[in-house]
């Protein structure tokens, strides 16, 4: 890695700049979490300023519609290599020092989150983690200008005054790790776990493909094995020490498998008891009646896989599809906010034709969280079609501008608006697929439409396009 640059979000140079689509937030006000970025990404290789970053951002739609929050998974598409991996919510857990310190043994600096204010709450603050120091971490604080170039160290900063505590796992309240081009880490040898003490109790996996790790660390190169669920497994630990993990984030627990396997699991993702409920292994997924309300995201990179389960072998893809397509998710809020730019999780899905199956939840960004606020005219029922569309493959569409009008009448007034849709929101016809196609870019015309909420309505066809055809497989990100 080459030497890390320090920059300044308070600089002259870009202080005043509008961050993001934001109106009023500045670089220097709200910039942290971009000049973090920038100064991880310099050790990269990469010569980004703060304002250089914004500017490419903002060409890629890599911040949320309307305001400065930063979208890290589009920084691919302006930093090629630079890759987002996970988020670590330590507000209300114990901050993941031995993963920070696997990363940071790496050569891989990491982005963490303070609290910078004594209110309640936590007041965020993005800052650099490139390096350790005995049992403290040597940190680039991006708000000072001119930038301190002496050693700073995390205890010893003004937000461990402000936190009232020097204990690390207390003082950080996130993680953002970043992975950069470079030579590949070659793999740890296994651990060897088994020291005689064991639990008086097993474990068993909650989740479909839970992961054996070498290391208490999420990486390519940690991974051993993965599980399906209701696996049993061997606590190599103590009860007073698995116990309080249980459920926890950010916690992990030594297990050991039946076929000798030693290793590394998440905690959050083990119970003492077997799910009851859970299929059992090989049955095919059943179809899920999929609620108007679900949450919904949308791919953030072209040829995003929709596969059968989370397998990445060629054998489990059902479609690819094109950046920006919509998908229903089939699973709580909660659980979508949980996975959603996190690495090694998936989402189960359903997309705008009701293909179901999941996707790589680091490659989608969420779109809503549930029942969208429409307004009034939300409750007004809209016609249905007046014709059979038969077997006809119905016409997919895609909004072309932002805040495209979605309508309960092939009219314009306020009486009809439903809601407004982002730009690239998917749609589909619900109108004979010759009569839809004719009419797409045509002024004065209307396509009656459905979205991926099922909702059915109207939209000006001179708002929309015909959606691209799906990305051939071989385009398609990685997903392993």
């Given at each position: 890695?080459?030497?890390?640059?320090q920059?300044?979000?308070t600089?002259?140079?870009?202080k005043?700049?509008?961050l993001?689509?934001?109106?009023?937030?500045?670089i220097?006000?709200?910039?942290?979490?971009?000049?973090s970025?920038?100064?991880?990404?310099?050790?990269y290789?990469?010569?980004?300023?703060?304002?250089?970053?914004?500017?490419?951002?903002?060409k890629v739609?890599?911040?949320?519609a309307?305001?400065?929050?930063?979208?890290?998974?589009a920084?691919?598409?302006?930093?090629?290599?630079l890759?987002?991996?996970?988020?670590?919510?330590?507000?209300?857990?114990?901050a993941?020092?031995?993963?920070?310190?696997?990363?940071?043994?790496?050569?891989k600096?990491?982005v963490?989150?303070v609290?910078?204010?004594?209110?309640s709450?936590?007041?965020?603050?993005?800052?650099?983690?490139?390096?350790?120091?005995?049992?403290d971490?040597?940190?680039?604080d991006p708000?000072?200008?001119?930038?301190?170039?002496g050693?700073?160290?995390?205890?010893?900063?003004?937000?461990?005054?402000i936190?009232?505590?020097?204990?690390?796992?207390?003082?950080?309240t996130?993680?953002?790790y970043f992975?950069?081009?470079?030579?590949?880490?070659?793999?740890?040898?296994p651990?060897?776990?088994?020291?005689?003490?064991?639990?008086?109790?097993?474990?068993?996996?909650?989740?479909?493909?839970?992961?054996?790790r070498?290391?208490?660390l999420?990486?390519?190169?940690?991974?051993?094995?993965?599980?399906?669920?209701?696996?049993?497994?061997k606590?190599l630990e103590?009860?007073?020490?698995?116990?309080?993990?249980?459920?926890?984030?950010?916690?992990?627990?030594?297990?050991k498998?039946t076929?000798?396997?030693?290793?590394?699991?998440?905690?959050?993702?083990v119970?003492?008891?077997?799910?009851?409920?859970?299929?059992?292994?090989g049955?095919?997924?059943?179809?899920?009646?999929?609620p108007?309300?679900?949450?919904?995201?949308?791919?953030?990179?072209d040829?995003?896989k929709?596969?059968?389960?989370?397998?990445?072998?060629?054998?489990t893809?059902?479609?690819?599809?094109?950046?920006?397509?919509?998908?229903?998710?089939?699973?709580?809020?909660t659980?979508v906010?949980?996975?959603?730019?996190?690495?090694?999780?998936?989402?189960?899905?359903?997309?705008?034709?009701?293909?179901?199956?999941?996707?790589?939840?680091?490659?989608?960004?969420?779109v809503?969280?549930?029942?969208?606020?429409?307004?009034?005219e939300?409750?007004r029922?809209?016609?249905?079609?007046?014709?059979?569309?038969?077997?006809?493959l119905?016409?997919l569409?895609?909004?072309?501008e932002?805040?495209?009008a979605?309508?309960?009448?092939?009219?314009?007034s306020?009486?009809?608006?439903?809601?407004?849709l982002?730009?690239?929101?998917?749609?589909?016809a619900?109108?004979?697929?010759?009569?839809?196609?004719?009419?797409?870019?045509?002024?004065?015309e209307?396509?009656?439409?459905?979205?991926?909420?099922?909702?059915?309505?109207?939209?000006?066809?001179?708002c929309?396009?015909?959606?691209?055809e799906?990305p051939?497989?071989?385009?398609?990100?990685?997903d392993?």
């Amino acid at each position: 890695m080459a030497d890390i640059k320090q920059y300044s979000q308070t600089d002259p140079a870009w202080k005043a700049k509008l961050l993001g689509f934001d109106k009023s937030s500045t670089i220097g006000n709200f910039g942290c979490l971009l000049t973090s970025v920038s100064m991880l990404a310099s050790g990269y290789g990469f010569s980004e300023t703060p304002d250089t970053l914004n500017e490419k951002l903002k060409k890629v739609v890599g911040f949320s519609a309307g305001t400065a929050f930063m979208i890290p998974g589009a920084l691919p598409a302006v930093l090629p290599g630079l890759r987002y991996v996970t988020y670590a919510n330590c507000s209300g857990a114990p901050a993941p020092l031995a993963e920070i310190d696997g990363w940071l043994a790496r050569g891989k600096p990491v982005v963490i989150e303070v609290d910078w204010s004594p209110q309640s709450g936590v007041q965020t603050h993005y800052m650099l983690v490139y390096g350790k120091q005995e049992d403290d971490y040597l940190v680039y604080d991006p708000y000072p200008f001119p930038v301190d170039k002496g050693k700073i160290t995390l205890k010893n900063s003004k937000y461990a005054q402000i936190a009232n505590t020097k204990e690390l796992a207390k003082l950080i309240t996130g993680v953002m790790y970043f992975d950069g081009p470079g030579a590949a880490v070659p793999p740890p040898p296994p651990p060897k776990l088994d020291k005689g003490v064991y639990a008086s109790f097993p474990v068993y996996a909650t989740a479909d493909e839970l992961a054996i790790r070498s290391q208490m660390l999420v990486a390519d190169n940690t991974l051993m094995k993965r599980v399906p669920m209701n696996t049993e497994m061997k606590v190599l630990e103590a009860d007073a020490t698995a116990n309080p993990k249980i459920g926890q984030q950010n916690q992990w627990i030594p297990v050991k498998l039946t076929d000798g396997t030693e290793g590394y699991t998440a905690a959050w993702l083990v119970a003492k008891a077997k799910n009851a409920n859970a299929p059992a292994p090989g049955t095919p997924p059943a179809a899920i009646a999929v609620p108007k309300d679900a949450p919904v995201v949308k791919a953030s990179v072209d040829g995003l896989k929709l596969r059968s389960k989370p397998d990445t072998t060629d054998a489990t893809i059902l479609k690819v599809l094109p950046v920006g397509a919509e998908l229903k998710v089939l699973e709580p809020a909660t659980d979508v906010k949980r996975k959603v730019g996190t690495m090694y999780e998936w989402l189960k899905v359903a997309d705008v034709q009701n293909n179901q199956g999941v996707v790589a939840a680091w490659y989608v960004s969420i779109v809503s969280l549930g029942a969208a606020a429409f307004g009034p005219e939300a409750q007004r029922q809209t016609a249905g079609p007046n014709f059979s569309i038969g077997e006809v493959l119905p016409v997919l569409l895609r909004a072309s501008e932002e805040n495209v009008a979605f309508r309960s009448l092939p009219y314009i007034s306020k009486d009809t608006l439903i809601k407004r849709l982002p730009k690239d929101s998917e749609l589909i016809a619900v109108e004979a697929p010759d009569i839809a196609v004719q009419k797409i870019g045509q002024p004065g015309e209307w396509i009656h439409v459905k979205d991926v909420n099922e909702n059915e309505g109207y939209v000006a066809a001179w708002c929309v396009l015909e959606r691209p055809e799906d990305p051939i497989p071989q385009v398609s990100p990685s997903d392993c």
